[in-house]
Each structure stands twice: as structure tokens, then as C-alpha cells.
């Protein structure tokens, strides 16, 4: 049993150094700058359509404006020989000239739509710049880390491997069957007849058992209470 609990004990190291990597601040700061950048990328992406559906508008409208332009010079330019002629004219280049102030307001719209868009665009484009650059020294931060607690890993990886052939393998194997599971410590100790993990009180029957082998399933948590 005490070679298992040293065996707990190198686990429990292990198990706290992988965490410390896991949990590092700098590795999930440098995670949201890249999950911040493909948000960026797929923005860029929409404002870019929308930037080229907007200069084909604004292409189709300028188009428009050229025609109504035309006609409108057109009729100015002809010669009206009788009155009716004159007057349709007349009435006819009012109806142009509204067409063409409402195409010319539609323009002004779109145009300011265009530098909107514009504006979006660069400003997503600095905060992707930045983030880039965050996310380098992020990145830098967390591998600092990684290579302080990578010996330390590897270390407690060969101390746990030589303990590993100290332990019974009967016991080894009840405690790998838990060991991806989510309890830990595995092995709690028997303390006021309770288990030391979940603190339930071990049924009568059950301490002879444990006096007998040594240690037991907690009926409750699943851990083995163990007494020397
Ligand atoms: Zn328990």
C-alpha cells in the first residue's frame, strides 16, 4: 500500500504540473487572440462582399444618372417648333430632373455606405494587427512556461514509471482503471470509520472486509479507502 500511495503522490505531482500548463493564462490569452482572428477573418470576408456589391450598385446607379443626363441634354438641345412641343418638353425634363435627384440621393446613400464599410474594414484590420502581435508574445509567454515545466514533467514521468514496478499489479491495475476518470485521489484513506474522499460512512460489513484486504470501493464515490 505505501508504495501505491508514493505512486498517488508522484500522480498528484504530475497531475498538477499538467494542469499548471492546461490552465496557463498565456496559453488561453494567445487562444482568444486566434479564435479573435479567424472572427476577423470571417468578417473580413462578409464587409469584403458587401464592399463590392456596393460599388456594383454604385456603378449600375452612375450608369443610370448618365442616361438621364443624356436625355435631359438631349431635350434641351431640340428645337421646339410648336407649343404642344415646348411644353411636353418642358414637362418631360421636370419628370428627368426628379429621377435624376433621386438617383443622385441614392448615390450619396450608397457612397456613405461605401466609406462606412471602408471604416469597418480598417478598423478590423488594426484590431486583427494588434491581436497578431499579442498573440506572438502570448505564444512566447506561455512557451517560457511550457519550458520550465516540461523537465519537471518528464522527470516525475520516469520517477512515476520506476515506482510503477514497486506496486502491486493487481492494486496498479484498480487504480489505472480509475486513473482517466475524474476522482483523484484514487486511494483516500479510512478516517472515523468514514470514507476519506466523500466522507460516507463505511457500513459495518464492509470494515471486515477491509480489515481483511486492505482497502475497498467506496460504495458512494468509487474511490478505494484503504487502512494499513
Ligand atoms: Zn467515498
Redesign the pocket.
Known amino acids: 500500500m505505501q508504495e501505491l500511495l508514493k505512486y498517488q503522490e508522484l500522480d498528484s505531482k504530475l497531475r498538477k504540473r499538467n494542469a499548471e500548463l492546461q490552465n496557463n493564462e498565456n496559453r488561453a490569452k494567445a487562444n482568444q487572440m486566434q479564435q479573435y482572428m479567424r472572427d476577423s477573418q470571417s468578417k473580413i470576408i462578409v464587409l469584403d462582399e458587401s464592399a463590392s456589391k456596393t460599388l456594383q450598385m454604385i456603378n449600375k446607379l452612375k450608369q443610370e444618372q448618365e442616361k438621364v443626363v443624356e436625355k435631359i441634354e438631349k431635350i434641351l438641345k431640340a428645337s421646339n417648333n410648336t407649343e404642344d412641343e415646348l411644353l411636353q418638353n418642358e414637362e418631360e425634363a421636370t419628370k428627368l430632373a426628379e429621377v435624376l435627384s433621386k438617383i443622385e440621393r441614392e448615390l450619396t446613400n450608397i457612397q456613405n455606405k461605401l466609406v462606412s464599410i471602408n471604416k469597418d474594414f480598417e478598423q478590423l484590420m488594426k484590431n486583427a494587427k494588434t491581436a497578431k502581435s499579442n498573440l506572438i508574445f502570448y505564444k512566447q509567454e506561455y512557451e517560457k512556461a511550457k519550458q520550465q515545466i516540461e523537465p519537471q514533467i518528464e522527470t516525475l514521468l520516469k520517477e512515476l514509471q520506476a515506482q510503477k514496478k514497486k506496486v502491486k499489479p493487481d492494486m496498479m491495475a484498480k487504480y489505472q482503471s480509475k486513473s482517466e476518470g475524474k476522482i483523484f485521489p484514487i486511494f483516500v484513506p479510512f478516517t472515523n470509520s468514514r470514507?476519506g474522499?466523500?466522507h460516507?460512512e463505511v457500513p459495518v460489513g464492509k470494515i471486515k472486509e477491509l480489515e481483511t484486504n486492505h482497502y475497498i470501493e467506496?460504495e458512494?464515490?468509487g474511490?478505494y479507502?484503504y487502512k494499513i
Open positions: 470514507c474522499g466523500c460516507m467506496c458512494n464515490c474511490r479507502i
